[in-house]
């Protein structure tokens, strides 16, 4: 029997309901959330996001402000900008697109955002919070993720789940969350001999190299569940993940397609954890 899909674009759609009805609850109290976005360059991919993610602020009732500035703009400048962001009361969260021009360090940007406006989790205080399971800003791409995997109903205490990919903004962060759900896990990468030989031990396998075909059908275990966070183009260039979908479907319980799998969860937990920042003042 082919694996169930896991629809991203219908969870993101349920969460977006749940989020819509905590910010009435917020405006009931005289407060709305903000989410000021910054985008330095013409970067065409940075573009569509930054779009996108100020389209589903205002559908859920969110402020949001969008400052766009030319790749010339200095580092200087950008960190006094965050600075009076930070002062900001009507600004709940903060999000720097990336990638940044060369002359500006993105290291520096991300620790310039103050904690409580860090709605991307991607800053050193951040990551120390989910490592040591203290409340905070989970990135937004593992932790929709984790979303998608709770979907399916399936306990993660005991399972063993494999992560390919160690990168800071999914790959670490992803397997901390796994743990904090009591799974076993395992991080694989380019250095990890064998690859197969962990993957077909593990019941649930998240692929986020940024690579097609990392993971086929023959590395699989029956009855895993894949999530799939790559986003690749095939040859005819129509959008892929790093899964071979045609033919791990048959093999896997549940998978995420791509499109319409972990991409519309990522901008949703931006906006769940917008609200969670503004909940909180």
Avoid: W
Wanted: charged share 20%.
């Amino acid at each position: 029997m082919p694996a169930q899909l896991i629809d991203g674009i219908a969870l993101s759609q349920q969460l977006r309901a749940d989020i819509a009805i905590r910010v009435s609850a917020l405006n009931a109290r005289g407060k709305r959330p903000g989410l000021a976005v910054i985008l330095v360059g013409e970067d065409p991919a940075s573009q569509v996001y930054v779009r996108n993610k100020v389209k589903a602020c205002a559908d859920v009732g969110f402020v949001s402000t969008l400052e766009r500035y030319s790749a010339e703009l200095t580092q200087a400048a950008l960190l006094d900008r965050i600075g009076a962001l930070n002062g900001d009361p009507s600004i709940h969260g903060i999000l720097v697109q990336m990638p940044l021009p060369k002359h500006i360090d993105p290291h520096k940007v991300i620790e310039a955002i103050a904690t409580s406006k860090d709605v991307d989790g991607y800053s050193v205080l951040s990551a120390g919070e989910l490592l040591t399971g203290m409340p905070g800003f989970r990135p937004c791409t593992p932790y929709g993720c984790m979303k998608l995997i709770e979907s399916t109903g399936i306990d993660l205490r005991g399972k063993h789940a494999v992560v390919i990919g160690r990168s800071n903004t999914v790959g670490k962060p992803m397997a901390l969350l796994l743990l904090q759900a009591n799974a076993t896990v395992t991080i694989c990468h380019s250095a990890t001999p064998n690859l197969a030989h962990h993957t077909r031990a593990a019941d649930i396998v998240v692929a986020a190299v940024g690579r097609r075909n990392t993971l086929t059908a023959d590395m699989v275990r029956p009855g895993a569940i894949v999530i799939d966070v790559g986003m690749n183009r095939d040859d005819s260039g129509k959008l892929c993940g790093d899964v071979d979908f045609q033919n791990v479907v048959a093999v896997a319980s549940h998978i995420t397609p791509v499109p319409g799998g972990v991409g519309p969860m990522t901008i949703t937990m931006l906006l769940m954890n917008t609200v969670e920042a503004a909940e909180r003042t």
